[in-house]
Protein backbone atom coordinates (compact mmCIF):
# COMPACT_ATOMS: atom_id res chain seq x y z
CA UNK A 1 0.00 0.00 0.00
CA UNK A 2 2.84 2.58 1.28
CA UNK A 3 4.46 1.40 -2.01
CA UNK A 4 1.47 1.89 -4.25
CA UNK A 5 1.07 5.90 -2.98
CA UNK A 6 4.75 6.54 -3.28
CA UNK A 7 4.53 5.11 -7.27
CA UNK A 8 1.11 7.14 -7.25
CA UNK A 9 2.62 10.49 -6.32
CA UNK A 10 5.59 10.28 -8.56
CA UNK A 11 3.60 9.58 -11.19
CA UNK A 12 1.59 12.61 -10.35
CA UNK A 13 4.85 15.11 -9.30
CA UNK A 14 6.02 13.74 -13.08
CA UNK A 15 2.90 14.81 -15.19
CA UNK A 16 2.75 17.97 -12.94
CA UNK A 17 6.34 18.51 -13.92
CA UNK A 18 6.14 17.81 -17.62
CA UNK A 19 2.99 20.19 -17.62
CA UNK A 20 4.73 23.03 -15.76
CA UNK A 21 7.63 22.32 -18.28
CA UNK A 22 5.39 22.57 -21.09
CA UNK A 23 4.19 25.37 -19.75
CA UNK A 24 7.16 27.53 -19.16
CA UNK A 25 8.25 26.27 -22.61
CA UNK A 26 5.51 27.15 -24.67
CA UNK A 27 5.20 30.59 -22.97
CA UNK A 28 8.77 31.52 -23.72
CA UNK A 29 8.26 30.48 -27.16
CA UNK A 30 4.94 32.88 -27.83
CA UNK A 31 6.89 35.69 -25.72
CA UNK A 32 9.88 35.31 -27.50
CA UNK A 33 8.19 34.79 -30.87
CA UNK A 34 5.67 37.82 -30.12
CA UNK A 35 9.11 40.15 -29.18
CA UNK A 36 11.06 39.08 -32.71
CA UNK A 37 7.44 40.43 -35.24
CA UNK A 38 7.47 43.26 -33.23
CA UNK A 39 11.27 43.99 -33.31
CA UNK A 40 10.91 42.91 -37.00
CA UNK A 41 7.77 45.07 -37.57
CA UNK A 42 10.09 47.93 -36.39
CA UNK A 43 12.99 46.81 -38.16
CA UNK A 44 10.97 47.21 -41.78
CA UNK A 45 10.08 50.50 -40.69
CA UNK A 46 13.55 51.50 -40.31
CA UNK A 47 14.41 49.76 -43.29
CA UNK A 48 11.65 51.30 -45.58
CA UNK A 49 12.78 55.12 -44.47
CA UNK A 50 16.26 54.21 -45.65
CA UNK A 51 14.98 52.98 -48.71
CA UNK A 52 12.99 56.09 -48.96
CA UNK A 53 15.89 58.76 -48.29
CA UNK A 54 18.29 56.44 -50.39
CA UNK A 55 15.84 56.99 -53.59
CA UNK A 56 15.47 60.62 -52.98
CA UNK A 57 18.60 61.39 -52.28
CA UNK A 58 19.74 59.36 -55.78
CA UNK A 59 17.21 61.47 -57.44
CA UNK A 60 18.35 64.99 -56.13
CA UNK A 61 21.93 63.50 -57.39
CA UNK A 62 20.81 63.24 -60.50
CA UNK A 63 18.56 66.36 -60.45
CA UNK A 64 22.29 68.05 -59.98
CA UNK A 65 23.71 66.78 -62.73
CA UNK A 66 20.95 67.49 -64.45
CA UNK A 67 21.00 71.41 -63.64
CA UNK A 68 24.90 71.23 -64.14
CA UNK A 69 24.66 69.87 -67.70
CA UNK A 70 21.84 72.69 -68.48
CA UNK A 71 24.76 75.13 -66.62
CA UNK A 72 27.02 73.60 -69.35
CA UNK A 73 24.82 73.88 -72.29
CA UNK A 74 23.53 77.49 -71.77
CA UNK A 75 27.04 78.09 -71.06
CA UNK A 76 28.07 77.05 -74.18
CA UNK A 77 25.33 78.46 -76.03
CA UNK A 78 26.20 82.25 -74.56
CA UNK A 79 29.77 81.71 -75.75
CA UNK A 80 28.67 81.12 -79.29
CA UNK A 81 26.64 84.21 -79.07
CA UNK A 82 29.83 86.44 -76.97
CA UNK A 83 31.76 86.22 -80.49
CA UNK A 84 33.83 84.36 -83.50
CA UNK A 85 37.00 83.70 -80.81
CA UNK A 86 38.57 80.81 -80.67
CA UNK A 87 38.02 79.53 -77.31
CA UNK A 88 33.84 80.10 -78.15
CA UNK A 89 34.41 77.79 -81.36
CA UNK A 90 35.95 75.38 -79.34
CA UNK A 91 33.50 75.42 -76.59
CA UNK A 92 30.95 75.05 -79.40
CA UNK A 93 32.25 72.31 -80.88
CA UNK A 94 32.47 70.15 -77.58
CA UNK A 95 29.41 69.40 -76.52
CA UNK A 96 29.20 67.83 -73.39
CA UNK A 97 28.11 63.75 -73.27
CA UNK A 98 25.93 62.82 -70.56
CA UNK A 99 26.81 60.38 -68.28
CA UNK A 100 24.19 58.02 -67.58
CA UNK A 101 25.69 56.20 -64.90
CA UNK A 102 23.76 58.05 -62.29
CA UNK A 103 20.99 56.71 -63.61
CA UNK A 104 21.85 53.42 -63.79
CA UNK A 105 22.88 53.70 -59.99
CA UNK A 106 19.31 55.02 -59.09
CA UNK A 107 17.84 52.29 -61.40
CA UNK A 108 20.08 49.64 -58.77
CA UNK A 109 19.06 50.95 -55.97
CA UNK A 110 15.38 51.08 -56.35
CA UNK A 111 15.47 47.53 -57.25
CA UNK A 112 18.13 46.63 -54.93
CA UNK A 113 16.42 48.03 -51.91
CA UNK A 114 13.07 47.06 -52.88
CA UNK A 115 14.40 43.41 -53.14
CA UNK A 116 15.55 43.88 -49.66
CA UNK A 117 12.52 45.20 -48.24
CA UNK A 118 10.58 42.67 -49.59
CA UNK A 119 12.05 40.02 -48.05
CA UNK A 120 12.15 41.62 -44.53
CA UNK A 121 8.13 42.00 -45.19
CA UNK A 122 8.54 38.02 -46.14
CA UNK A 123 10.60 37.51 -42.55
CA UNK A 124 7.69 39.26 -41.10
CA UNK A 125 5.43 36.82 -42.71
CA UNK A 126 6.78 33.87 -41.79
CA UNK A 127 7.19 34.98 -38.31
CA UNK A 128 3.73 35.84 -37.66
CA UNK A 129 2.70 32.11 -39.23
CA UNK A 130 5.17 30.53 -36.51
CA UNK A 131 3.29 32.77 -34.00
CA UNK A 132 -0.09 31.58 -35.46
CA UNK A 133 0.40 28.21 -35.44
CA UNK A 134 1.49 28.21 -31.62
CA UNK A 135 -1.55 29.92 -30.32
CA UNK A 136 -3.83 27.50 -32.58
CA UNK A 137 -2.11 23.92 -32.26
CA UNK A 138 -2.37 21.39 -29.64
CA UNK A 139 -1.18 21.91 -26.86
CA UNK A 140 0.41 24.84 -27.00
CA UNK A 141 -2.91 26.23 -27.22
CA UNK A 142 -4.28 25.00 -24.19
CA UNK A 143 -0.85 27.48 -22.79
CA UNK A 144 -1.05 30.23 -24.75
CA UNK A 145 -4.05 30.28 -27.17
CA UNK A 146 -5.85 32.78 -25.23
CA UNK A 147 -2.85 35.55 -25.64
CA UNK A 148 -4.03 36.71 -29.04
CA UNK A 149 -2.61 36.86 -32.31
CA UNK A 150 -0.71 39.49 -33.02
CA UNK A 151 -1.41 41.92 -36.29
CA UNK A 152 1.36 42.89 -38.52
CA UNK A 153 1.51 45.46 -41.11
CA UNK A 154 2.85 44.55 -44.59
CA UNK A 155 3.45 47.70 -46.86
CA UNK A 156 1.98 47.14 -49.93
CA UNK A 157 0.73 49.49 -53.08
CA UNK A 158 -3.04 50.50 -53.55
CA UNK A 159 -2.39 49.50 -57.23
CA UNK A 160 -1.55 45.69 -55.58
CA UNK A 161 -4.75 45.92 -52.85
CA UNK A 162 -6.80 46.79 -56.19
CA UNK A 163 -5.74 44.05 -58.12
CA UNK A 164 -6.11 41.30 -54.71
CA UNK A 165 -9.57 42.67 -54.72
CA UNK A 166 -10.94 42.69 -58.62
CA UNK A 167 -8.50 39.53 -59.30
CA UNK A 168 -7.00 41.84 -61.59
CA UNK A 169 -3.40 42.93 -62.77
CA UNK A 170 -3.08 44.97 -65.74
CA UNK A 171 -0.14 45.82 -67.05
CA UNK A 172 1.99 48.52 -65.41
CA UNK A 173 2.24 51.69 -68.10
CA UNK A 174 5.79 53.07 -67.73
CA UNK A 175 4.63 56.61 -68.97
Avoid at 107 to 120: H, K, L, P, W, Y
Wanted: hydrophobic fraction near 40%; avoid cysteine.
Amino acid sequence: MKNTLILIGAVIFAVLLVIGIMFISYSNKEVRLRNQIVAKQRDNQSELDNVQKKISQAVQVTDLQKQMLMDIIVGNAQARKGGSGTLATFVTEAVPNLDTSTFQNLQNIIAGSRDAFTMRQKELLDLNREHDNLIDTWPSSMIVGGRGKIQVTIVTSGRAKDAFQSGEDNDIKLK
